[in-house]
């Protein structure tokens, strides 16, 4: 074999570093990933959102053959890390594992928010469903007692949320215009400490997804109304969807998925796609996303943009309607 000189070395390295740059060589999209890629979650460690994160980290670092490395960017409900994603280098080695109140809510309700729009869809990887809950000690069992009793005294019952503008937030405010409740909404700092609320009976209702309330809900320390969704849960059988409880328009779910900044190349995103397709389907993600309660999705890039696009309009619409605005 001919050895190059060492100016054609350089001359040929220089192109291949410009055609890797331009993202228009077979070979430089082929080399990708050729080092660990770092997967941001935009919540605190040991929540659902990072749990899960983890799992699919761990398969996909089987399916790219390199390692995939969580990061945790928490604060701010979830905006911090996913701004942090979206104005990532597009190169395919920064990504983010991101939650519906996040890319549908925080845009609806939060100015400055104009970049979660630019981040670009890979996959969607899990949907769950949210479950609106009551204290025992209320005495109701249904919507329809619970909405009875809210018009009977007026202003007296509180809806605890995870926080202004919260996604919980703002699917409260659809339940309280589509039943006319005439309940007292109170944020309070973070799903635990609303949950905390209820089962204390300092607020009488909230909503969240099922994995943060499994504990309660099992013990008997929360009684549920009804889930959002268009199917009753396998692991809560018993409880009504929003259809069954009268509330059909209610069906919006939580989800997670798979998003890169915008600029990353269509054949990383067709790569990272088929790796989540995988992954997925992998053992030890389906294990962990059932005992958290997901449902696993898989989804092309186009269904995800369009269930991100759903989701922010229900969101947008409500805001609008009930003129809410947060500090």
């Known amino acids: 074999m001919p050895i190059l000189s060492s100016t054609r070395r350089r001359a040929l390295l220089s192109l291949l570093a410009a055609a890797c740059l331009l993202g228009s060589t077979a070979a430089c999209a082929d080399a990708w990933p050729s080092r660990p890629i770092t997967l941001i979650v935009s919540f605190e460690p040991g929540g659902s959102t990072d749990i899960?994160?983890?799992?699919?980290?761990?398969?996909?670092?089987?399916?790219?053959?390199?390692?995939?490395v969580v990061e945790n960017r928490a604060g701010a409900g979830g905006r911090i890390g996913t701004k942090a994603a979206a104005m990532a280098r597009p190169d395919g080695y920064t990504l983010l594992w991101g939650s519906g109140s996040s890319?549908?809510?925080a845009p609806a309700i939060y100015p400055n928010q104009e970049h979660v729009a630019t981040l670009v869809p890979v996959s969607l990887g899990a949907t769950q469903a949210f479950v609106f809950v009551t204290n025992p000690g209320l005495g109701v069992r249904t919507v329809q007692e619970?909405?009875?009793l809210a018009k009977r005294e007026p202003g007296k019952l509180n809806f605890a949320s995870a926080g202004a503008g919260s996604s919980n937030h703002l699917l409260g405010e659809i339940f309280l215009a589509a039943t006319g409740a005439p309940v007292v909404h109170v944020p309070y700092k973070g799903a635990v400490m609303a949950k905390d609320a209820v089962i204390r009976g300092e607020a009488q209702l909230m909503d969240e997804v099922t994995s943060p309330l499994i504990g309660a809900l099992r013990a008997g320390q929360l009684v549920p109304l009804f889930m959002t969704g268009e199917r009753r849960d396998p692991a809560f059988p018993d409880i009504p969807t929003a259809a069954e409880a009268g509330l059909p328009e209610m069906?919006?779910?939580?989800f997670f998925g798979l998003l890169a900044p915008a600029g990353t190349p269509l054949e990383t995103v067709a790569r990272l796609n088929?790796?989540?397709?995988a992954a997925l389907a992998s053992e030890p993600v389906a294990r962990t996303f059932g005992n958290l309660g997901f449902t696993t999705v898989y989804s092309t890039p186009e269904q995800m943009a369009a269930r991100i696009a759903e989701g922010r309009a229900t969101y947008d619409r409500i805001v609008k309607?009930?003129?809410?605005r947060v500090d």
């Open 52 to 68: 899960s994160a983890r799992a699919v980290a761990q398969a996909l670092s089987v399916e790219l053959k390199q390692p995939v």
């Open 103 to 105: 890319l549908t809510a």
């Open 146 to 148: 619970f909405v009875a």
């Open 251 to 254: 069906t919006i779910q939580g």
């Open 274 to 277: 088929a790796a989540m397709r």
């Open 321 to 324: 309607a009930r003129q809410i």
